[in-house]
């Protein structure tokens, strides 16, 4: 089991009646204060050290389990101890409290949810509209493959500064997909062609130049006007091995592109330096780590 940081929530199950799936028993959320977080945070700390205390100088064989969780706890002890949650991928999906969009925890088997974020834009300057919420997933056994060697024996604070670490999460070819999930009811396909046209074009332009416009063409047009995305349409946005960006509307595979370049200007809108969420990509960044230290 991993300690993940997220800010959002996880749908729990009522405690005497079995699970239902009507609208009246969705998971929902509200902010809580950083006063609040502190006092559980310390409340949690302060039950660890004392379970600690009493039984971390014996040997307790008849609950191996507790005893290597303290083991673990004081081999990490020059950790922080961040306000998070216990993730161990039981849970069939997490809901969002900013949009109340709900994301699965786990796709295809072995890609994990890392961080969910919000993509907002700006209407004539004067408000911003939530387009669509994001989910951002990687596959474990790549992680473990590609990345354990050369940053397993870093801490997580260590990788959170390193920036060879976040290029390599652009780089490297790591199965990951971002899920978009409409929450803009009058979002159109073509403003989603225009949006990529503008975003995925600057970064291609930023990492291979200005002569890469049949490349963007290609990716572009997979967004035809006959998809129609409601409220509630998902988008798949996933790098195959090899470098294949692959597209899918509500399920359907729309097209797929191998292209190294793309992948990377697709995936730099998220977990790039100037991402459209930079806590989204805070949380990738340590809950990967975290992987890696599994």
């Not at 405690?15 to 204060?33: E, G, L, N, V």
């Amino acid at each position: 089991m991993v300690s993940f940081r997220f800010p959002f929530s996880f749908p729990q199950p009522p405690k005497h009646t079995p699970p239902t799936y009507s609208s009246s028993s969705s998971a929902t959320s509200r902010p809580f204060s950083a006063t609040a977080a502190a006092v559980a945070i310390a409340a949690g700390a302060a039950a660890v050290a004392g379970v600690a205390a009493a039984t971390h100088n014996s040997t307790n064989q008849a609950h191996p389990f507790l005893q290597n969780a303290l083991n673990l706890f004081f081999a990490n002890r020059s950790l922080p101890l961040w306000g998070s949650l216990s993730l161990n991928y039981t849970s069939s999906s997490v809901v969002d409290s900013k949009t109340g969009a709900s994301f699965p925890s786990v796709l295809d088997d072995s890609r994990l949810l890392l961080g969910i974020g919000l993509r907002r834009k700006r209407v004539f300057g004067l408000k911003n509209i939530d387009v669509y919420a994001f989910g951002i997933y990687a596959d474990d056994r790549d992680i473990k493959e590609l990345l354990s060697e050369k940053y397993g024996k870093l801490s997580v604070s260590e990788l959170q500064d390193n920036k060879e670490y976040s290029d390599d999460l652009l780089e490297t070819d790591i199965g990951m997909t971002v899920r978009l999930q409409i929450v803009y009811g009058r979002l159109s396909i073509s403003s989603v062609r225009s949006a990529f046209e503008e975003s995925v074009g600057s970064r291609l332009r930023k990492f291979g130049g200005s002569d890469n416009q049949e490349l963007l063409q290609t990716f572009t047009s997979q967004f035809k006007d006959e998809y129609k995305i409601p409220k509630g349409s998902v988008i798949d946005l996933s790098r195959e091995r090899g470098y294949v960006l692959r597209t899918t509307i509500d399920g359907k595979e729309v097209g797929s592109i191998e292209s190294k370049l793309l992948c990377k200007s697709l995936l730099d809108l998220y977990i790039g330096e100037e991402p459209f969420d930079k806590e989204a990509k805070e949380d990738v960044k340590l809950n990967l780590a975290s992987l890696l230290h599994k």
